[in-house]
């Protein structure tokens, strides 16, 4: 468990480094921008190349930070993951399911109908367990799948199954 | 089957009050590095500039940094990380209402993003302090200087920012102790530690 734990802990410091530059660059690249508004306010289009370069840089500024808030978003995606990949390694399958219906705003009722599909109980044998009528677990299960934005419960099996095949894990690996 | 539904509804509402025993304690990532350093970075900047650089010369500065800061928060309101996204609060007054009667009728559901009050504190915080930007900058120009009703508004935009502050505060302290997780620990670790029996929204 060392490898992985070391590199949850790189990843959050490259969050953070990417963090304080976004931070930084975009506050320069607003500062640009608004001195080239400034200086063309004020003194037209006279000395236009200089002022052309300036903006040329100050746009180049803004598409830069822009593209590392991308690559920030795409650092935390991976890295959490990453965690759900490790947390799934090390048996805590329950906590990366209760995570995923967190997510899906599953209602109590709904949490508990959605692990016993997962468990493997048909529709009958949840009824039964719950005491309700079928139709109101297949209705139940029919919310599940919508929230959970698949079309059945093999599909909704598959999503736990793709954090146990943990992917992420064996490309940082691979990487590291 | 409808009857049934009913009947199931009814139960869920009924029962919402009370901890659910099959939800255990969790921790959630919810805030990433740039949203707290935005967060304390302007909480920072609207101290220094209201209470410790009124008369000096970096007041200036320290206002365009704030007005970057929210510049930036904006823009990562768009692309960013998905609870940091306006879509996962967005600004419903409705939401709020109807978030409040919650609260009020004993509901201790926790929200992973903000809840639908501290949303809209959210939109009305970053609105003020750019209104508090505004007519600081147009104080400096030529064309605003002296002029008597835009400092009158600099400062009216400042007091609102400072009586949001202290409602937020408040918020904070009360949804705390409402739902047992740690706000101001989630802006600082970036983590919401939900205690068990507790629904997330």
């Known amino acids: 468990m060392k490898l992985p734990r070391l590199i949850a802990i790189t990843g959050e410091r490259r969050a953070w480094a990417l963090a304080a530059v976004i931070l930084v660059q975009g506050l320069c690249a607003l500062f640009f921008a608004a001195d080239v508004a400034f200086d063309f306010t004020e003194r037209g289009a006279s000395g236009s190349a200089h002022l052309a370069l300036e903006a040329v840089a100050a746009a180049a500024l803004a598409a830069g930070t822009l593209f590392l808030m991308a690559e920030l978003r795409r650092l935390l995606t991976r890295q959490e993951a990453l965690r759900r990949g490790v947390m799934a390694a090390r048996g805590e399958m329950a906590e990366v399911i209760d995570g995923f219906f967190d997510r899906w705003r599953l209602t109590p009722a709904e949490r508990d109908v959605a692990l016993m599909a997962l468990k493997g109980l048909d529709n009958d044998a949840i009824a039964e367990v719950r005491g309700a009528a079928a139709g109101t677990v297949r209705a139940q299960c029919a919310r599940v799948y919508a929230k959970a934005g698949v079309d059945s419960r093999a599909q909704l099996m598959s999503v736990f199954i793709e954090e146990l095949l943990a992917e992420p894990l064996s490309r940082e690996r691979g990487k590291a | 089957m409808s009857s049934m539904e009913i009947d199931e509804a009814g139960r869920e509402s009924a029962r919402q009050p009370q901890p659910d025993p099959a939800l255990p304690a969790r921790v959630i990532d919810v805030w990433d590095p740039l949203v707290r350093l935005i967060h304390w970075s302007l909480a920072l900047a609207i101290l ?117 502050v202290a409602l937020h505060l408040i918020g904070v302290a009360l949804d705390t102790r409402r739902t047992g997780v740690g706000l101001v620990r989630a802006m600082v670790d970036g983590r919401k530690s939900v205690p068990a029996g507790v629904r997330v929204e």
């Open chain 2, 48 to 164: 220094l500039d209201g209470f410790v650089l009124e008369e000096n010369l970096l007041h200036e500065w320290v206002g365009y940094a704030a007005l970057g800061l929210v510049a930036v928060r904006l823009v990562w309101g768009v692309v960013g990380s998905a609870p940091a996204r306006f879509s996962a609060f967005p600004p419903s007054p409705a939401a709020a209402f109807r978030h409040l009667r919650a609260i009020l009728s004993g509901d201790r559901s926790a929200h992973l993003s903000h809840n639908p009050l501290g949303a809209l504190m959210a939109y009305n915080l970053w609105l003020s302090v750019l209104a508090v930007c505004a007519t600081g900058v147009m104080m400096t120009t030529t064309a605003w200087f002296g002029v008597e009703w835009v400092e009158e508004a600099h400062e009216a935009a400042f007091a609102w920012v400072m009586a949001s």
